[in-house]
C-alpha cells in the first residue's frame, strides 16, 4: 500500500485548478484560431472568438483566470485508514 500525505494531494489539486482557469489548452486554442481563419472578420461570431483569445491571452500574461466564472473543484478520494506500525 502507497502512503501519501494529505498535503501533496492538495498541493496537486491547487496547482491543476490554477492551470485549468489560467491557461486554455493548446488543442482549444488551435480549434479557435482555425475557427478565426475560416469567419467572416465582419461576423460577431469573429470578434466573440478574438475576445476569448485576447482574454486567454491578458489571463497568462497578468496570471490572473481566463474567465470570472471558473467554476468549482469537487474531489472524490478513497482513503484506506490503518493503524500506525509502532
Known amino acids: 500500500m502507497k502512503i501519501i500525505k494529505s498535503e501533496a494531494i ?5 496547482e491543476l ?5 489560467f ?3 493548446m488543442d482549444v486554442r488551435g ?8 469567419t467572416d472578420s465582419k461576423c460577431t461570431e469573429y470578434m ?4 476569448i483569445c485576447e482574454n486567454a491571452d491578458y489571463a497568462k500574461c497578468e496570471n490572473i483566470p481566463i474567465c470570472q466564472d471558473t467554476g468549482i473543484c469537487i474531489v472524490f478520494c ?7 506500525h509502532v
Do not use: N, W, Y
Not at 485548478?17 to 482557469?21: D, F, K, L, Q, Y
Not at 480549434?31 to 475560416?38: F, M, P, Q, R, S
Not at 478513497?78 to 500506525?84: C, K, L, Q, S, W
Open 23 to 25: 491557461v486554455l489548452p
Open 31 to 38: 480549434k479557435i484560431e482555425t475557427l478565426l481563419a475560416e
Open 17 to 21: 485548478c490554477i492551470e485549468a482557469s
Open 78 to 84: 478513497d482513503v484506506e485508514i490503518g493503524r500506525a
Open 48 to 51: 466573440v472568438l478574438q475576445k
Open 10 to 14: 492538495t498541493k496537486a489539486v491547487k
